[in-house]
Structure formats: C-alpha cells, structure tokens
C-alpha cells in the first residue's frame, strides 16, 4: 500500500519561500505521475502543478506559474514543490497526490485522477 508523507508547510510573510516535501513509501516503480493541489477554507480542491516521475514533465497552473516548480530527486525519492514570492492568497492545505494510471497531460489537473493521496499540510501566508 503506498503512502505519501509530505513536510514543509509553515508560516511566511507575503514575498517569502518555503519548500514542501512528498515521499512515496512502498510501490515507486513504473510510469505514474505526482501532483500538487491546494484547498483554502471554503473553496474547493485546486490544482498547483504536477510532474511526471520518469520524464520529469511538469504543468502548472496559472496562478502559480513563475513562482512555484515542481521537481523531484530519484535518489531521495522526493518530489518537491519551490514556492517563492508568495501571496496571501496562496494560504491553503497542500496535498501531494500520485496517479497511477495517467492518462493524457489533460487530465493532470484533475484531482479525481489520482489514487493515493498525502494527509496535507499547511501553510499560511502574512500580509
């Protein structure tokens, strides 16, 4: 049964960076693809990015292109998400998610495509 344990959320002032961390546990072998959503008090479940394990392929959504990058270190079997400048509206529970079975690069927002799913964590952006 594969776990994912993310770490990295905390406080930070508007203009700040912080590093989240997602390590699979058990099957990390094959073709899957790692995502990164978000959800603020009272909004739904939002897409931040996603990355492919074996290409390194990565998406992101528009509201954090040129601030966030996804990457991810085989020898660590880490996928990290960089968040630098960021903005108050970016405060939320983040979630790493893994899909087993993508399909096309399409679908990778889609939180309804990923099996296995991180216990969250925060973080909180001060103005």
């Known amino acids: 049964q594969v776990q994912l344990v993310e770490s990295g959320g905390g406080l930070v002032q508007a203009g700040g960076s912080l590093r989240l961390s997602c390590v699979p546990s058990g099957r990390t072998v094959g073709r899957y693809v790692m995502g990164w959503f978000r959800q603020a008090p009272g909004k739904e479940r939002e897409f931040v990015g996603a990355?492919?394990?074996?290409?390194?392929?990565?998406d992101y959504a528009d509201s954090v292109k040129g601030r966030f990058t996804i990457s991810r270190d085989n020898a660590k079997n880490t996928v990290y998400l960089q968040m630098n400048n960021l903005k108050p509206e970016d405060t939320a529970v983040y979630f790493c998610?893994?899909?087993?079975?993508?399909?096309?690069?399409?679908?990778?927002?889609?939180?309804?495509?990923?099996?296995?799913w991180g216990q969250g964590t925060q973080v909180t952006v001060s103005s």
């Open positions: 990355i492919t394990w074996a290409g390194g392929i990565t």
């Open positions: 998610a893994a899909d087993f079975n993508p399909g096309i690069a399409a679908l990778r927002a889609r939180w309804s495509e990923y099996d296995v």
